[in-house]
Every structure is written in structure tokens, then in C-alpha cells.
């Protein structure tokens, strides 16, 4: 009688739950969990990195092995640097500028300029008022951006001195981004605002809203598209162009934190990674996910994941991720 009982109950549902499955898998598929190739770039683990593979760079920080510089094509360390020489290294935030010549490295209160074509530190600069919250680099190094928790953006361009502080978001601040000449700075905050302005003049060019707090910020290199998202459901990207609404990233998550991302050279794609180990592949035009990927955890890990913090495109086959495991992945992308 209880086995009938049971059959009874759960029996109707059964049809339904198999639309919603194969609704699921049609619209983003099975996550790829084995990449291509693998290097370990931090053992133990990584507090932040970035990748730049057209300079053929990876960065990672980590808490016992300070910042590491790789060569990608050699697959070996390059440089290791330190902010306050023997104890632990805390750099939660790394830029690598879209030339490669130049490293942006900050923890919450201090942050420094490297010169990689050498190894060498360009200069140190301290934070006296609030903490550092996120970072960018320009081209040779000539212009440095910084968001801070009081709301506030700091625009320094070292070698001529001159600094800009823009006032725009009435809370914290927590994804900036710095087109590769310096001339444009993206920023999003606390205030459900992120902001398009010329850092030569401080004046808004876009004001791009969301319904929750800005959580990531994201210009293209090639002055396309912009990426704002928030930390519930909206993920937009923007045509720089007119400003206006290009796409909206459609996902099923309830709720999706976006930690990377990287626009091709074709404009075709955004790369983005996620707490979650989750790398997604978008199509710009459409916002519909064309892949997903689950990036690799360490073996001794307490805990089942892994937060992507660095993407990049190796070239028209192939992409590469950088997470919080230590692990450097290549990826094939999908095939036409």
C-alpha cells in the first residue's frame, strides 16, 4: 500500500521534470570540465591574478610565494615581487596594462607599479584615507586607476604628477576598469550606478543603472562594449557608441557574481568567469551563453570550488583561465 501510495504522488511530476531538464540542457549545455592543458602557477592557492595573453603574461599573488610573473608560451616564472618584504604577501588586486609593458598590484592600503619588461618597481603609493577596493593600468604605465571603499575614484598619471579625483558614486566602490590609453574610466559601485567618464576632464560620458548594487565593471580594449553587472540577476553589455542596451547575459542561476572578463577581437564573444568555478562563454549580440566550462580545485581543498579571477583568448581555437586553485587552464572554444 505505501509503494502505491508513493507512485501515485510522484508519478505526474515526472514528464514535467523531464521538460525542465531538457530545457536546462538546451539552453547552456554541459559544463566542460576537462581543459586541454593545466599548470600549477601557485601551489597552495591564489589571492588574485590576471592574464594577458597577447604579452604572453600571467600574474598571480598568493600569501606564502608573494607575486609571481609567468612567461605563458615558456610556462615558467618570469619575476616574483613583494610589497613589504618578509611576511605574509596580502595583494588581493592585480592589472596587467593591455600592452604588457606594466603591473598594477594593490592590497587595501597601499599599491605599486612594475616595469616587466625588466622586473623592476616604477614606484609604491600609500592610501591614508579608506581601503583600496579595485584597480587598472593603462598603457605604459602612464595612467592608474583606483576605487576605494568611501566612494571615491582616484585617476594618477605617475610621471607627470597629475591626479583627478572623481565624485560621481555616493557609495563604495567595487570594480573599476581604464581604457588602454587612459582617457576613459569605467566604475561601479554600492550606489546600483556604474559610470562612464573622461578622466581628462572628470565629465560622465554614460550613466549605466542597475536595481542592485554594481558588483563588475568591464571595458572592451577595442572601445566596443562596455559590461556592467550587479550582484542579483543583471549582466549588461553596452554599445559605446550610442550608450544604449546591446544585450543582457541570460543565464537560469538565481544569481550570478561575475569575478573576469574579456571581450574578443572579433567582437563576436565575452569571456567571463565566476565565483563558482564556472568560465561562461556569451555571445555579445544575443546575451544567450554559448558554452560553459568548470575550472579545476586543488586535491587538499576543504571546500569544492574555486573562484575564476583571469581570462583571455590565446587565439581563435583556444582560451586560457586563471583561478584561485593556482591553476592555469587552456580551453578549446567551441567550434562554428
Known amino acids: 500500500m505505501q509503494s502505491t501510495l508513493k507512485s501515485s504522488i510522484f508519478q505526474p511530476f515526472k514528464p514535467i521534470l523531464l521538460v525542465l531538464f531538457t530545457i536546462w540542457l538546451s539552453g547552456c549545455g554541459l559544463a566542460e570540465t576537462e581543459s586541454t592543458g593545466q599548470t600549477d602557477q601557485s601551489v597552495g592557492g591564489a589571492l588574485a591574478a590576471d592574464i594577458n595573453a597577447k604579452a604572453n603574461l600571467s600574474v598571480v599573488?598568493?600569501?606564502?610565494?608573494?607575486?609571481?610573473?609567468?612567461?605563458?608560451?615558456?610556462?615558467?616564472?618570469?619575476?616574483?615581487?613583494?610589497?613589504?618584504?618578509?611576511?605574509?604577501?596580502l595583494v588581493t588586486n592585480l592589472d596587467i596594462s593591455y600592452d604588457g609593458l606594466y603591473l598594477l598590484s594593490a592590497d587595501q592600503e597601499a599599491f605599486g607599479l612594475w616595469d616587466l619588461t625588466v622586473g623592476e618597481p616604477v614606484g609604491f603609493w600609500r592610501i591614508d584615507e579608506s581601503s583600496i577596493r579595485d584597480i587598472a593600468v593603462s598603457n605604459k604605465g602612464l595612467a592608474i586607476l583606483i576605487g576605494k571603499s568611501n566612494g571615491k575614484v582616484m585617476y594618477i598619471e605617475p610621471q607627470t604628477g597629475r591626479r583627478l579625483e572623481f565624485l560621481g558614486h555616493s557609495e563604495k566602490i567595487n570594480s573599476v576598469d581604464l581604457s588602454p590609453n587612459g582617457n576613459y574610466a569605467l566604475t561601479g559601485g554600492n550606489d546600483y550606478v556604474a559610470y562612464l567618464w573622461d578622466t581628462r576632464t572628470g565629465q560622465i560620458v554614460y550613466t549605466f543603472?542597475?536595481?542592485?548594487?554594481?558588483?563588475?565593471?568591464?571595458?572592451?580594449?577595442?572601445?566596443?562594449?562596455?559590461?556592467?553587472a550587479d550582484s542579483k540577476d543583471q549582466a549588461i553589455i553596452w554599445d559605446l557608441t550610442t550608450g544604449l542596451k546591446t544585450s543582457e547575459l541570460?543565464?537560469?542561476?538565481?544569481?550570478?557574481?561575475?569575478t573576469a572578463g574579456k571581450f574578443s577581437r572579433d567582437g563576436k564573444y565575452l569571456l567571463t568567469g565566476s565565483p563558482s568555478r564556472s568560465l561562461d562563454l556569451w555571445d555579445v549580440v544575443s546575451g544567450e551563453r554559448v558554452k560553459q566550462y568548470k575550472v579545476g580545485i586543488r586535491p587538499e581543498a576543504t571546500m569544492p570550488t574555486a573562484m575564476v579571477y583571469g581570462v583571455d583568448y590565446l587565439d581563435e581555437q583556444q582560451m586560457i583561465s586563471l583561478s584561485s586553485s593556482g591553476y592555469a587552464e587552456v580551453w578549446n572554444l567551441p567550434t562554428p
Open 250 to 258: 541570460e543565464y537560469f542561476e538565481r544569481q550570478k557574481i561575475l
Open 61 to 89: 599573488s598568493s600569501i606564502n610565494n608573494g607575486i609571481s610573473v609567468w612567461s605563458l608560451q615558456q610556462n615558467r616564472q618570469k619575476f616574483n615581487f613583494r610589497h613589504a618584504g618578509e611576511g605574509d604577501n
Open 209 to 228: 543603472r542597475h536595481t542592485s548594487r554594481v558588483s563588475t565593471v568591464l571595458l572592451d580594449e577595442y572601445g566596443r562594449y562596455a559590461l556592467t
